[in-house]
């Protein structure tokens, strides 16, 4: 029995140990983060020391491969923890757990969806007067500043808006994009007496076509717009009412935009439109890769959203996520080697090799495909895009949330234009007192 | 050796499986609630306590009352179908038949893939498009149009609480297979000398029996109904609306993507209240019933 009790005590001091050991690393793990805090970094860039460093991107790790490769062939000291999580949801809550872990990679993405917590948090350092950061388009800062200070760098920009089958128009004996509101909803019913499906929404987001209709009926009068119903100067009902009421009458009363397609994933639309069975979706530069892989043979072309006021027609898009350095880094000067090469011509052209984004840094030409040119060029570089959580300064993912489920209500015949921009001013009022 | 000594022994084998259930069961749940009456984000660790208020919340608003309704609905449906699906295919899988281990196999399998895999293959099936198999088989057979299987809040339900019944029915038919694999030939035989037929001995015998099993399959299949995400969720996203929103659902949507880490908690402290009860009620109920029927 004497041997027995010997066998509980050893395994009960194993157990010690070993919770004891779990509680040390910890310990030293925080006051590691705390010592670079401070500023004991471990070396820079080209000092020749082995270091690791971490790094969270929503660009996967083939996206990813030309630019890691190039710095490392320059810097072969450094080596790289990369990690990847899908945007936007899937991002978000593993960096949140992360940080909230102390265990944040190094280098991590700020979108327009956390950018408020992140820095509020403390959770990224200040960029604002780095070298590299003069390479950033001023107007691609804001969706990363908070009181006048940027706390991540982004070199790139994305544009979207309506992808139209050529040969599909042509069948229906459309010769031309429409240019107008009205004339699109007419296009749409030719293209549907034609047989033809005229028009997949992604329904279950916050389509383009909203972000098109709001910037030509609203934000082009005013530029402010957003900024006044957050400081409470104007509302949702006010501003947006008009641009839901257009979209119902063109699109859900004539039932081009039906119930059905709020079971379509985004996935189903793209494929839809490369095999030739839808004439017109929604989407950005990232479908090419899609559409060429699965028909070579589709023509096809980005327009922007036809709007009521002729002239005056914008894309969706905005300025591309930023990487920011965590605060609690053990490498911030090897972190900031890192995005400097990014920052560098030659990393900047490493970046679009592998992810095909559109770079928007100063002094860089981004080579674009012939389809998506004329967004490219009249959109994202003409500043004529508009995208609300990017415009928004607070609450995005609950307002987007309690956009996208207002608007599926309208669809499926539930609530009014009226109903849906109240919503939104309800939830805003929700999220300020919460 | 004392009485007391000789116990202990047993006793302190119990404290490391303590420790670890107390380090991620308890302790989450006592932080959960504490976060539950604070405005802590998520992200802040500076948060204030803010009292009752994040409960007070709760039932004001709509995402978590469609959520309560659905997930009731949700849990008890697919309760009720997998039960009356389970045990007659388990009565049928426990008949000495030639291919028995083959389709012991075959009905098992849907429940092995995640529920989330199994959720985006369903939605395949039911897409309202070219390649929705559903509806290009009314189509092609009965010359009808596409029906919106995922979109119209009616059919979104009932076809969410189908997948899970067709997911989960072959694993409760195996549970129901094992118990009744345990139940003595003799009774049957002695039933057969006295004239009961299939339908009675099955009446009389093999359900009574199973009433063990009903009280963990139903127990399994309540908790399981209340806490689900992935099906609904991968079929849906909850929509139209919020139609199909299941309270974990709510729950991740205020807490991660809303960044109202306070209100998630207090929600996920009253689902785990709810949680409670009803297992409960419906453990003591069951094993009342088994108290009578054995």
Request: charged fraction near 15%; aromatic fraction near 12%.
């Amino acid at each position: 029995m004497k041997k027995s009790y010997g066998i509980v005590l050893a395994v009960i001091l194993c157990l010690s140990v070993m919770l004891t050991a779990c509680g040390g690393n910890n310990g030293n793990a925080t006051n590691a983060g705390n010592t670079n805090t401070s500023g004991d970094v471990g070396g820079s860039g080209n000092s020749g020391k082995k270091v690791k460093l971490s790094i969270l991107s929503w660009n996967n790790e083939k996206e990813m491969a030309p630019l890691l490769e190039g710095f490392q062939a320059k810097y072969p000291n450094i080596s790289f923890d990369f990690q990847h999580a899908p945007p936007v949801k899937d991002y978000i809550s593993k960096l949140q757990t992360m940080l909230l872990s102390h265990s944040a990679t190094d280098i991590f993405i700020i979108a327009a969806e956390n950018r408020n917590e992140i820095i509020d948090g403390g959770y990224a350092i200040d960029l604002t007067n780095e070298p590299f950061m003069d390479v950033m388009l001023e107007g691609n800062k804001p969706m990363l500043s908070k009181n006048g200070k940027t706390y991540a760098f982004t070199q790139t920009g994305w544009v979207g808006g309506l992808w139209y089958n050529k040969d599909l128009f042509a069948k229906a004996g459309i010769t031309t994009f429409p240019e107008t509101w009205d004339e699109f909803i007419a296009a749409c019913l030719t293209l549907k007496e034609a047989g033809i499906i005229p028009y997949y929404d992604n329904v279950g987001d916050v389509t383009m076509i909203h972000d098109g209709l709001f910037a030509n009926t609203t934000l082009a009068k005013d530029a402010d717009i957003d900024a006044k119903i957050f400081e409470g100067k104007a509302t949702f009902e006010q501003s947006w009412t008009e641009t839901f009421k257009l979209w119902k009458s063109g699109l859900v009363d004539n039932k081009i935009l039906t119930a059905d397609m709020i079971g379509l994933t985004a996935d189903q639309i793209v494929n839809e439109f490369a095999v030739g069975n839808v004439a017109m979706i929604t989407g950005g530069p990232w479908n090419i890769n899609t559409f060429k892989e699965a028909n070579p043979d589709l023509k096809y072309e980005m327009a922007p959203i036809p709007g009521p006021n002729p002239g005056g027609n914008y894309y969706a898009g905005a300025p591309g996520v930023g990487l920011a350095i965590n605060s609690k880094t053990k490498y911030k000067e090897e972190a900031l080697t890192f995005l400097s090469y990014l920052a560098s011509p030659e990393g900047l052209k490493k970046f679009e090799e592998g992810s095909g984004a559109f770079i928007t840094a100063k002094g860089y030409e981004s080579t674009v495909s012939p389809e998506i040119e004329k967004a490219y060029k009249e959109g994202l570089l003409q500043g004529k895009f508009y995208l609300p959580m990017v415009s928004w300064p607070r609450h995005q993912e609950a307002l987007r949330n309690q956009f996208m489920i207002s608007s599926q209500d309208l669809i499926v015949g539930k609530g009014t234009p009226e109903g849906i921009a109240q919503a939104l001013d309800k939830k805003l009022a929700e999220m300020d007192n919460k | 050796m004392p009485k007391f000594l000789k116990q202990l022994q047993y006793q302190l084998f119990l404290i490391p499986i303590l420790l670890f259930y107390t380090l991620f069961t308890i302790y989450p749940l006592i932080k959960s609630f504490i976060f539950s009456l604070t405005d802590f984000n998520g992200y802040n660790k500076n948060y204030n306590f803010v009292g009752m208020s994040n409960y007070l919340k709760i039932f004001k608003d709509d995402a978590i009352v469609s959520g309560i309704s659905y997930t009731l609905l949700y849990a008890i449906s697919s309760t009720v179908l997998i039960t009356l699906v389970a045990i007659p295919l388990a009565l049928i899988l426990d008949q000495n038949f030639f291919t028995k281990n083959i389709h012991r196999a075959i009905f098992f399998f849907p429940s092995i893939p995640s529920g989330l895999l199994l959720a985006y293959i369903w939605g395949f099936i039911l897409a309202p498009i070219s390649s929705g198999v559903l509806n290009t088989v009314l189509r092609e057979v009965f010359n009808l149009g596409p029906q919106p299987w995922l979109s119209d809040p009616n059919l979104a339900k009932l076809m969410t609480i189908i997948v899970a019944a067709w997911a989960g029915a072959g694993w409760h038919a195996v549970l129901y297979l094992a118990f009744l694999q345990g139940i003595s030939k003799d009774y049957y035989e002695a039933a057969s000398i006295d004239g009961a037929g299939r339908w009675g001995q099955i009446r009389h015998i093999t359900l009574p029996l199973l009433a063990p099993a009903m009280t963990v399959s139903i127990m399994l299949l309540l908790t399981g109904g209340l806490k689900v995400f992935e099906i609904p969720f991968a079929l849906t996203r909850g929509g139209p609306g919020f139609e199909t929103h299941t309270i974990t659902q709510v729950i991740v949507l205020r807490g991660i993507s809303e960044v109202q880490y306070g209100l998630a908690s207090a929600m996920s402290i009253v689902f785990f209240l709810i949680v409670l009860v009803i297992t409960f009620f419906q453990v003591s109920w069951m094993q009342k019933r088994e108290e009578r029927v054995l």
